[in-house]
T-cell receptor, first 109, second 114 residues
Framework: GQNIDQPTEMTATEGAIVQINCTYQ??????LFWYQQHAGEAPTFLSY????GLEEKGRFSSFLSRSKGYSYLLLKELQMKDSASYLC??????????FGTGTRLTVIP | DAGVIQSPRHEVTEMGQEVTLRCKPI?????LFWYRQTMMRGLELLIY????????DSGMPEDRFSAKMPNASFSTLKIQPSEPRDSAVYFC????????????FGEGSWLTVV
């Protein structure tokens, strides 16, 4: 079976750093994705981790610990445009993405 | 490059009517996915195709839902008859396939059944 837990909502201040956590239970783990979804829009790809450790991409970084079933997305130098939902998803098999319900991040001035 | 194209973007229909949602995947992508998104349940995979063949339809809620992919550039998701609880955003997505390959989403079809 598949299960993903992430906080429902978070609030952070412009310019700050925020960490969004994700814990998962899955069979046949083949990697973990983070997607960003602005209200009324489609999810867009942010990051993919298949090995343990930190992947950095500009202001965004993603971390994975397979033994702990844990990942986080780190957003630095927050901007107002970062207000969105952040979806954690596990890859089961080669192509089947299972999504969590997402974390709605609000960035305040 | 054109992304995943869905139509209609918005549809309001009466309970009992047939609804057909359409999708054109990104050219060259071998995998096509239909997802449904609601506030309560988030993004749920309904069905996916590989090279036009349905691989996993275990997420299709019930017999009222059906999906087809007659060729590599077109897929439909049909709900007949529709019910108010089917109100959701339906996303089509495609992927070139292979582990770790990104899934690209269309803009979604916003369905309201009254």
């Amino acid at each position: 079976g598949q299960n993903i837990d992430q906080p429902t909502e978070m609030t952070a201040t412009e310019g700050a750093i925020v960490q969004i956590n994700c814990t998962y239970q899955t069979s046949g783990f083949n990697g973990l994705f983070w997607y960003q979804q602005h209200a009324g829009e489609a999810p867009t790809f942010l990051s993919y981790n298949v090995l343990d450790g930190l992947e950095e991409k500009g202001r965004f970084s993603s971390f994975l610990s397979r033994s702990k079933g844990y990942s986080y997305l780190l957003l630095k130098e927050l901007q107002m445009k970062d207000s969105a939902s952040y979806l954690c998803a596990t890859l089961a098999g080669a192509n089947n993405l299972f999504f969590g319900t997402g974390t709605r991040l609000t960035v305040i001035p | 490059d054109a992304g995943v194209i869905q139509s209609p973007r918005h549809e309001v229909t009466e309970m009992g009517q047939e609804v057909t949602l359409r999708c054109k995947p990104i050219s060259g992508h071998d995998y096509l996915f239909w997802y449904r998104q609601t506030m309560m349940r988030g993004l749920e995979l309904l069905i996916y195709f590989n090279n036009n063949v349905p691989i996993d339809d275990s997420g299709m809620p019930e017999d009222r839902f059906s999906a087809k992919m007659p060729n590599a550039s077109f897929s439909t998701l049909k709900i007949q008859p529709s019910e108010p609880r089917d109100s959701a955003v339906y996303f089509c997505a495609s992927s070139p396939g292979g582990s770790g390959n990104t899934i690209y989403f269309g803009e979604g079809s916003w369905l309201t059944v009254v």
